[in-house]
């Protein structure tokens, strides 16, 4: 089945390590592909979004993303991380073909961050 | 703009009432969306609507019905509530210029 996974359930880093949260997704061509994060009891919030063209996406709060078409992936990283970004993480698509009504979201990752 | 605002926060039920949760937009946008939010499971789309008077079901839209009357407001009804429906609620809304969904702040439901 078409869909977006994200391999790590819960990952805990040092705070000033460096961070990569992975995503996957399994359609035939290339979909919209977002990542959200929603710390605890909050809403949804945008880090960044890839449409086409540049590969290396630049996010808010630090964050930057690269799609590889060759893995089928788009996975978030930041350099160092912050106490503050312990939060969970949501990788998103519209699949190819779909309207912006219809993302398909990862299961999530939930970051924990060692001070 | 208040963006996409969503209302109760918090709402509990018995099993079997009936209740509808609101969403509402001040954006334009001709799309709006609901999902659920479940522990392990992320979101998942439970209907939408790509104009007034025009919906659509998604993934897990049993015991959900909607309806869309203006391009702002876009609430989500539930019939006869079950433990199962359970969840946090958020609503959302977007436009083909843009496309990227803007979410509401959710409803936290709870069915006893």
């Known amino acids: 089945a078409q869909s977006v996974t994200q391999p790590d359930i819960h990952i805990t880093v040092s705070e000033g390590a460096s961070l990569e949260l992975r995503c996957n997704y399994s359609y035939g061509a290339t979909p919209y592909l977002f990542w959200y994060v929603q710390s605890p009891g909050q809403g949804l919030q945008l880090l960044l979004k890839y449409f086409s063209g540049d590969t290396l996406v630049q996010g808010i709060k630090g964050f930057e993303a690269e799609f590889k078409r060759s893995q089928s992936s788009f996975n978030l990283r930041k350099p160092s991380v912050h106490w503050s970004d312990a939060a969970e993480y949501f990788c998103a698509v519209v699949p190819p073909g779909a309207g912006s009504y219809q993302l398909t979201f990862g299961k999530g990752t939930k970051l924990s961050v060692i001070p | 703009n208040a963006g996409v605002t969503q209302t109760p926060k918090f709402q509990v039920l018995k099993t079997g009432q009936s209740m509808t949760l609101q969403c509402a937009q001040d954006?334009?946008?001709?799309?709006m969306s609901w999902y659920r939010q479940d522990p392990g499971m992320g979101l998942r789309l439970i209907h939408y609507?790509?104009?007034?008077?025009?919906?659509d079901q998604g993934e897990v839209p049993n015991g959900y019905n909607v309806s869309r009357s203006t391009t702002e407001d876009f609430p989500l009804r539930l019939l006869s509530a079950a433990p199962s429906q359970t969840s946090v609620y958020f609503c959302a809304s977007s436009s083909d210029r843009e496309r990227r969904q803007y979410f509401g702040p959710g409803t936290r439901l709870t069915v006893t």
């Open positions: 954006m334009n946008h001709e799309y």
């Open positions: 609507s790509v104009g007034a008077g025009i919906t």
